[in-house]
C-alpha cells in the first residue's frame, strides 16, 4: 500500500470498493479511480498503442496520455475512459485495454522488439501491395494489433439531455485565476457560470503548499467556493468540460452528472450537453506540466512532476514507495517539495540547471532534500520503474526509486483559443506557447497566459473577472485581489536528454519516439502539420497535450529553425473526448425528429391503415383488409373501388396559405407561370410555381374565395420553402404590394372525396349547398358548412382523374368529419385509401409529383409550358427561356409501359434507344414514377425522355443494372386514364 | 451563432434560414439585355472577405427577411435591419 | 429518452398524470382548452392606425414581442404588424368577427382557433426545464412577465409567453407537433417531477 499516513482531501472514514481486472480493492471518497489504483500499489495499468510497452498513470489530469481504461460492463461500458478523470465510487468496475492475454503477459509485446520496423510512416511504407490486401488482411490484422478499447455493442440504457444557459461571464477553470475572477465578476452583480472539468474546485491549489491571504491556499478555495455559492448570480458548475468555444459566443460544454455513481438516479441524465452563450469569457485552464525526452521516459512510475505531488497532496498517495523528481524549472522543484511535504520519500531533485533559485535551494535544505544539479536521467529500469541511472559532469549513479516525477515546463492550455482560428505565439523567456488571438469576448488569465506565479494569477484573475463584468454593464466592485507569495518561475529550455539506450518517447499515447522525428525529419515531413499526420504524434484521446510541445522542439532543433519559426499545430473542438450520445440528447431513435400525425391519425389506425413517414407527417400509406396477401392486393382494391364507386384520403398534409390584401392577384400573376389576377371568385385554378433559375419550384391550386382573398395549396414537402419564397417576394422584391400572408396548415383539416359517386356521398355531408354540376361546376369553391354547422370550404378538384372533392373543415373537427363520410359512402362501399393508391391514381392520371418536380425539370419539360401567360413576367420567367430550356431533344414528360406487359417497370431506370450500348452518353432520359395499374392490368411508368413527343409508339429500352432490370418499353401519352379529362367533369 | 434579431432579439442561428448576398437587385425583366442580368442575378456571386451584407429569414422567429452584415472570416455579425423598409411601425 | 414515455405513440398527446420521481412536482402543465386564436395582420402602412384603433377600443397592441392580457383578450405580438389574438369564451368565428369590426381595413384576420394547442407550464422548476430546449434567456432579468417570443424548441416551432411572474409560461404549439413537444417537455422536466393535465387519458 502507497497511501500515505496522512493528508488528501479524501474521507478516509469511508471506503469504497472497486475492482481492476477483476481484482478488489478499496480507496475513499475524493479519490479518482487513477489515485485508488496508486494507493493499491497498482502501477502497471495499460499497454501502448504499437509497442505493448508496459504502461503507467502519467498525469492527473484529462491530458492523461495512458491510463486509459475500460469504465464498468456490459451495456454501460465505456472504452478509453482516462483513469485519472475518473471519480471513484463503490463497485466501480474497470479493465485495462489493449493487452492479450493479460497486462501483465502480453503476448504482442514482442513488438518493442521490432521497434527498428515500425516506425514512423510505417503503416505506410509497409502496407502498399496489393491494394486489395488493406481491407481484408492489413488493416484488420492492425486494427486488432494496434488500438485502444472495444465499445460495448449494446443500446445505451441511460438518457442524455441538452440545456442552454446565459451568462454575463463565464469562468473557465477554477484554479487560483479562475476563483479570482469569478469573485471579481460576481460581486459586481454580474451573471457568472463558473465551469470546471474536475470534481472539486481548486485547481492546482489543492496541491500547492502555498499560503494565501495568510491562510493555506485550500482554506481560500474554501472560502471562495463558499462565497460563490451563496450568491443567487452565480452558477457552479463542477464535473462540466468547456469543450468548444463557437461563433457569437458560445461555449459547449458536458456536464458529467451521473458519471460518478454506477447508476444514474431515477430520472436524472447521465451528462447533459450545455450551450453556454456568455457575454464575456474567461480562460483560466492553467497549464499541463509537460514532459521531458530521454530514454525510457515511459516506464510505469514516470510521471509528471505536477502529478507525482497532486496524488501525495489533494490524495495522499505516494505514487511509489518513494521517488525522485526530474526537471529544468522552479514549479517543478516546487512540486517536488510539495510531494515531500505531504510525506513522500523523496531521494532526489535532479534538475538540469546548474544551480537552483536560493528560496528553493532554502526550502529544499529545510526539507532535507538532496538536490543534483546540472544532472540529467539518461535510463529508467523495470517493468515498473526500480531504478534511474543520472548523469553529471561528475559521473553517473544509480538512485533506486520507484516513482520519478519529470517537469520540462510548463505548457499553457490553451486548447481553446484556437477553436475560432487563434494561433498560438512562442514566447522564448518561458519556453511556451501562449494565446495569440482569441475568440471575440474572451480573454485568458493566469498560467494559460504565462503568467505562472501565484499571485500573478490572483492578480489577473481579480483584474479580468472585474472587467468582464464591466463590459457587461456591472459597476467594478472595490474588493482587492487575494495576496499571495511570489512563486518562482524560473526556467531553462530542456527537451531532450541526449543519450543512447532505450526508446526515448514523445507522445506516450501514440508511441512516437524522438527517433520517430528523427525519421520525419529525414523523409522531408517537416512541417508541424506534416510532422504530426507522418508520424502520429498529437492524435487520439489527448490530442498531444502533453506531446506536442516536445515533439516540434526536437523538430525546431533538427532543422535549426527555431521554435517560434516551427509553429505549432492548433486545437479543434472537442478539447476531450465527447460522448456521441450527449450530442444527440432527447433526440434518439422515434425521438430523433418530431412525428406529425394528421387530423384524422387516430382513425385510420382504428381502421387498420399501415403507416409512412413522408418528413415529418406519418400517413397512411394503404389500408389492408383481412385475407389481403400483400400491400399491392389492398392498394389495387383501393384504386378499384375509388375508380368504380368512391374512395376517400386525407390530404390535410398539404400546405395551405392563406393570401388577403388588394394586390394578391398581381402577387399571384408574379410567382406563377399562369394567371391568378382573372380568376373568378369561387374558382380554383391549378398553378405552376418557378424559382429564379427557370425550374419548376412546386404546384398546387390556388383558390379566390373573395376578391382580395385567396388561399393556395402546396405539396406537403415543400409548405415551408414556398412560404419563404413568398414572403421573399413581398418583403424584397415587391415590396410595395399590399399583400398578408398567413399559414392555415395546421388550421384545416382536409379531406379529398373521389370517384363517381363522391357526389352523392357529398350531399348527404353539406347543410344544403347544392352540389350538382351546375351549382359546384368542376374547379368551382364553396364556403358553406357541414355536418349541421360546421364551417367548411369544398374544392371541386381531382388529383385521381374522378369526379372529386376537398372538403376543408377547422382541424378539430377532421376525424367527425371522415366518421361521416365513411357513414354517407357505406351504401357505395366507399373505400378509405393512403398515399399508395394516391400515387397510383395520379400515375394512371398522368399529374406530376414529387418525383417529377425534382428541381432539375422545366414547366416545358413536364408539358405544362403551355400555361405560362405570355402577357406578364413572373419569376423564373427570363431564365427559363435561355436556349438550353428550349432545346428540343431536352427530355420531356411522357408515359411509358412494358412491352411484354407481364415484366415490371422501375422508377429510377434510364432510357436508352434499342441496341445503343449502355453508356451515359448514350443516355436519353430516366423513368421517375412507376405503379401497377389495375385499371390496366399492367405496370405503367411517367418519366424524361428526349424528344418524348415525337416518340409516341416507339420502343425504348429501360435499363436498370441497380436493380438488375433490363426492359423494352412503349413510349405513350402520359394520361393513362381518361386522357380528355371527361370523367372529372361529370 | 447568434443573430440579434430587430424584433425578436437575441437568437440561436438555427432559427434562420441563409439566402445568400443583399447586394443584388431584381434586374428588369423588360430590358434588353434581361437575359445576360438575370444569370448574373441568379449565379453570380461574389466572395468577399469581411464585411458582406446577406440575406437571411428568420422562420421560427418574426419571419421578416432580414440583412445581416456578417464578416465572412470571423462570422461576427456588424449589423441586422429588416430588408423590407419598414413603414408600419407602431409609434412606441 | 429513457422507458418514461416508451408506452406513449408518437402520435398521442402524452396522457394527463405525474411523471418522475413519486410525490415530487416541480412542475405543473396543463393543455388551456376553450380559447379562439386569430392572427391579425395590418395591412400595409397600417400598423399604427391599426394599433391606435385597437388601443381606443380596448384591445392593447404592442409592436414588439409582448404578450398583454385584458379581461376578455390576450394580444401576442409574433411579428411587424402581426399579432395573435386570443379570446376566451368565444367560437373562432365570432372572435373573426369581432376583431373585423373593431379593424376594418386596416387589418387582415385568419382563424387559428385550431391551429394549434396551448399548454400552461408552472412551478419552481418550469424555468430549469425550459432551459433544455429554448435557447432564449428567460432569468428574470431578460424575460419577465409580459414577454413572448416566437422560437423553436426541440425542433418545433412555438410561440410562449410568460403570463405571471411565478413564473407561468404559456406556449402555443402546431397542432401536429403537440405529441413531439409533450414528449420533450415531459421528458426533460421528468427529473424535477411533473404533473401533466388536460391531455386526456391516452
Known sequence: MTRLSTGGLIDRSRTLSFTFDGVAYTGHPGDTLASALLANGVRLVGRSFKYHRPRGIFTCGSEEPNALVE???????????????????????????????????????????????????FY???????ASFWEKVYEPTIRRAAGLGAASELVDPDTYEKAFAFCDVLVIGSGATGLAAALAAARSGARVILADEDFRLGGRLLTENVAIDGAPARDFVARAEAELSSLPNVRLMPRTTVFGAYDGSEYACVERV????????????????WRIIAKRAILATGAFDRPIVFPGNDRPGVMTAQALATYAQRFGVGAGANAAVFTNNDAGVAAALAAANAGLTLEAVIDVRDALPSPLAAKAKALGVRVITGGEVIATKGKRLSAITVRTKSGTQTLAVEALGISGGATPNLNLTCHLGGKPVYREDIAAFVPGAV?????????VAGQFSLSDCLNAGTEQGAAAAADAGFARAAAPAPKAEETPTGIRAFWQ???????????????????????????????????KRYTTMGMATDQGKNSNMAGLALMAELTGQGIAATGTTVFRPPYTPVALGVLAGHHREKDFRPTRPTPTHAWAEGQGAVFVETGFWLRAAYFPKPGEKDWLESVNREVKATRESVGVIDVSTFGKIDLQGPDVGTFLDRVYINMFSTLQVGKARYGVMLREDGLVMDDGTTARLADTHYVMTTTTANAGKVFQHLEFCLQVLWPELDVQLASISEQWAQIAVSGPRSREVLAKLVDGHDVSNAGLPFMGVAQTTVLGGIEARIFRLSFSGELGYEIAVPARQGERLMETIMEAGRPFGITPYGTETLGVLRIEKGHVSGSELNGQTTARDLGLGRMASTKKDYIGRVLSQRPAFQDPARPIFVGFKPVDKAQRLRAGAHLLTVGAQATTHNDEGYVTSVAYSPTLGHFIGLGFLKRGLERIGEQVRAYDPVRGSDILVEVCSPAFVDPEGEKQRV | MRIPCPYCGSRDAHEFAYLGDATLTRPDPAASDAAEAFHAYAYLRENPEGAHREYWYHANGCRRWLVVTRNTRTHEILGVAFARPSTDEVPA | MSDLLAHVPHTRLVPEGSYGPEGKAGVR????????????????????DLARRLCAAGLPLVDAPKAVSTMAFTTIGTGPGRWLILAEGMTGTALLAHLGSLAGADATLTDQSDANLIVEVTG??????????????????????????TTVVSHVGVTFWQSDAAPAYRFMVARSFAPAFLRWLTASAAEFGIALSGTGRG
Open chain 1, 258 to 273: 451521473s458519471d460518478h455513481v454506477a447508476v444514474p438516479a431515477a430520472f436524472q441524465p447521465r451528462q447533459r450537453l
Open chain 1, 71 to 121: 469504465l464498468r460492463t456490459g451495456a454501460r461500458k465505456e472504452p478509453n475512459t482516462r483513469a485519472t478523470t475518473v471519480e471513484l465510487f463503490d463497485g466501480l468496475v474497470a479493465q485495462s485495454q489493449n493487452r492479450w492475454p493479460s497486462l501483465e503477459h502480453d503476448a504482442l509485446s514482442v513488438n518493442q522488439w521490432l521497434t527498428p520496423f515500425l516506425g514512423a510512416g
Open chain 1, 124 to 130: 505506410y511504407k509497409t502496407f502498399m501491395w496489393p
Open chain 1, 439 to 447: 475568440p471575440p469576448g474572451m480573454s485568458c488569465a493566469g498560467a
Open chain 3, 124 to 149: 419552481p422548476d418550469a424555468r430549469a426545464t425550459l432551459a433544455k430546449g429554448v435557447a432564449v434567456d428567460l432569468h428574470p432579468s431578460a424575460f419577465g412577465a409580459g414577454d413572448a417570443a
Open chain 1, 497 to 531: 536528454v541526449k543519450a543512447k539506450g532505450d526508446l526515448a518517447f514523445v507522445d506516450l499515447q501514440n508511441d512516437v519516439s524522438a527517433k520517430d522525428v528523427g525519421i520525419a525529419h529525414k523523409e522531408g515531413f517537416r512541417a508541424v502539420e506534416l510532422l
Open chain 3, 29 to 48: 402543465a396543463r393543455q388551456v382548452l376553450g380559447l379562439a386564436v386569430a392572427t391579425l395582420t395590418a395591412r400595409k402602412g397600417k400598423a399604427a
